[in-house]
């Protein structure tokens, strides 16, 4: 038996090791114990992911869950498993995708008829690095999903938050926005060649800046904004960034990669720490690597730039600016024109193709 002793020492060294590198790269659980009976959480993209993992947790908390979700069918069965696993029957599946201003004026128009109040909104669900896909109202489907998206929603909800505040948003952004860069000549890709890359990093640039600016907007509201990068999580997100599939990068990198990578429970601790902690209590505006405060990329400091993309993205998703007079139940002329242009069918077909999942890099 002695000459196996030392062989599983080494062993076990090394695997603990290991499982402390990971933990410290990772950044560990939520430290807050708080728990959140009597509040209601909307999450997007819950039924996969860090968003499932989020509700959970939340759930267990003693929160009222509203679980917004593209496809019913994985959002009620996530929704079965969260309420089995909890025991708290207060965890809800509700119709949204985020590729649709309809659909997300329907969820919002839900919420505000059957929610007494909203204390934390989390904008989680995302797509990455996908296809020149358009959304159903003609824009990019990453910088309509990521950032459009999730603009409207929180807008539509802004009065239930602030009649319930103290109450919280968090933005699930990422750390490519360090390398993304707001081409208000193009922002749907009309002109220019696509480059998924390049788009993924505008969209989540575009995050950042629209928690900044929203954060300036709410002041003395009680209602805070704060954007997140969960850090790198094994979820479905990186479907269309072709990573591991040749043999060099599956059987030599992989076991690298695994190290550093979170499962979707440790992804989630990020979201959690920002809706729950006391430490939280009146911080906004602020940008967290995982649940460290850190100081955003200075592109997503420009607080022109970050009114312009205010403005913009008001007028794109038919939101009432302060003096005008634009319809709210649809969108302006120019998101009209541009459906107007697209095959309906070949949008049918690249919206269900788009899925909606948690935000991962």
Request: with cysteine.
């Amino acid at each position: 038996m002695s000459k196996y002793i030392l062989p599983v020492s080494v062993f076990g060294t090394v695997f603990g090791c290991a499982v402390l590198l990971k933990n410290h790269v990772t950044g560990g659980r939520c430290p807050s114990k708080a728990k959140i009976t009597g509040k209601t959480v909307v999450i997007t993209g819950a039924n996969a992911g860090i968003g499932k993992a989020t509700a959970r947790e939340l759930a267990q908390r003693g929160g009222r869950i509203i679980m917004g979700c593209r496809d019913m069918e994985k959002c009620e069965a996530a929704a079965k498993e969260i309420r089995g696993k909890t025991l708290n029957p207060h965890v809800y599946a509700c119709r949204l995708d985020l590729a649709s201003m309809k659909s997300i004026r329907e969820f919002a128009e839900k919420i505000k008829e059957q929610e007494q109040r909203v204390d934390v909104l989390i904008n989680n669900a995302g797509v990455m690095r996908c296809p020149a896909w358009k959304t159903e109202d003609g824009f990019d489907m990453q910088f309509g999903v990521n950032h459009l998206g999730h603009f409207l929603l929180t807008n539509l909800l802004l009065d239930k938050l602030k009649e319930s505040a103290p109450s919280r948003v968090i933005n699930l952004a990422s750390l490519a926005h360090i390398v993304g860069e707001i081409d208000f000549k193009d922002l749907n890709w009309e002109k220019k060649k696509f480059d998924t890359k390049r788009a993924y990093c505008q969209s989540k640039l575009a995050n950042v800046l629209f928690t900044r600016e929203l954060a300036k907007r709410l002041q003395g509201t009680g209602v805070t904004v704060n954007a997140i990068h969960p850090g790198v999580v094994a979820t479905e997100l990186g479907r269309h960034t072709g990573l591991h599939q040749s043999q060099f990068s599956s059987s030599v990198l992989s076991p690298f990669f695994s190290m550093l990578v979170k499962s979707p429970e440790l992804g989630a601790q990020p979201s959690i720490y920002l809706a729950v902690s006391e430490e939280m209590e009146g911080v906004t505006g602020q940008y967290y690597d995982v649940m460290t405060e850190k100081e955003p990329a200075p592109q997503a400091l420009d607080e022109d730039v970050a009114r312009r993309l205010w403005e913009v993205s008001s007028r794109l998703v038919g939101l009432e600016e302060e003096g005008g007079q634009s319809d709210k139940s649809k969108p302006p002329a120019e998101v009209q024109n541009k459906t107007a242009q697209t095959d309906p069918a070949q949008i049918q077909r690249q919206s269900a193709g788009a899925a909606v999942s948690a935000v991962g890099l």
